[in-house]
């Protein structure tokens, strides 16, 4: 069965206190690996998909980051509206469904 | 950016009553997802949907179904609704060949 297991759940950092955000999963063969953002109340926000080890992306003040068996969200500097609950989730090779397997996110606040 | 349309967006309704969430999306995509999300948990799948005709029960048991007649339309219906169908429901689609999964703003169900 997959699983995504994140850490920590919640996590308050001051403005500019750079941070890491982890994702360890088990998964029987990984198609991909996402990074969205979800504001209260809101849909997730896609941010990342990773496909293989070594593989990184950035965006603005996030980069992503995958290995064999976990993934790094590293915030470099945040601001106040980076605030939001950050969900990692995966997507095996086989299987019935498609869908995503999503861990229960790590909720981040950036105080000014 | 992802067009994908959720109505109504919250919903409070008495038990035994007849439900029917919309989702709509406007990029052609053939891909659509029914996710559900409970405060603090997890987004489990519970429908999905390769294209038109095509419904399949995703990894969360739910007594709601779903049909899909048109590409861009993949609503859910509860027949009976119950205190514990009280919930978040989140609509997602994708292109067939991009894996990542755009995400509907959400519709948040409290039966009564």
């Known amino acids: 069965e997959d699983q995504v297991t994140q850490s920590p759940e919640a996590l308050r950092l001051q403005e500019g206190e750079s941070s890491s955000l982890n994702c360890s999963y088990t998964?029987?063969?990984?198609?991909?690996l996402f990074w969205y953002r979800q504001d209260p109340g809101k849909g997730p926000e896609f941010l990342f998909t990773?496909?293989?080890a070594g593989e990184e992306k950035e965006k603005e003040r996030l980069k992503a980051t995958l290995t064999k068996k976990e993934s790094f969200l590293h915030i470099t500097a945040p601001k106040p509206e980076d605030s939001a609950t950050y969900l990692c989730a995966v997507q095996a090779v086989e299987g019935g469904a498609d869908g995503l397997t999503f861990g229960k996110g790590t909720h981040l606040i950036i105080q000014p | 950016e992802a067009d994908i349309y959720q109505t109504p967006r919250y919903l409070v309704i008495g038990t035994g009553k007849k439900i029917t969430l919309e989702c709509s999306q406007t990029m052609g995509h053939d891909k659509m997802y029914w996710y559900q999300q409970d405060p603090g948990m997890e987004l489990h799948l519970i429908h999905y949907s390769y294209g038109v005709n095509s419904t399949e029960k995703g990894d969360l048991s739910s007594e709601s179904t779903v049909s899909r007649i048109r590409t861009e339309h993949f609503p859910l219906t509860l027949e009976s609704a119950r205190p514990s169908h009280t919930s978040q429901y989140l609509c997602?689609?994708?292109?067939?060949?991009?894996?990542?999964?755009?995400f509907g703003p959400g519709t948040r169900l409290t039966v009564t």
């Open positions: 998964v029987s063969g990984l198609r991909g």
């Open positions: 997602a689609s994708r292109t067939g060949t991009g894996n990542e999964q755009y």
């Open positions: 990773l496909y293989s």
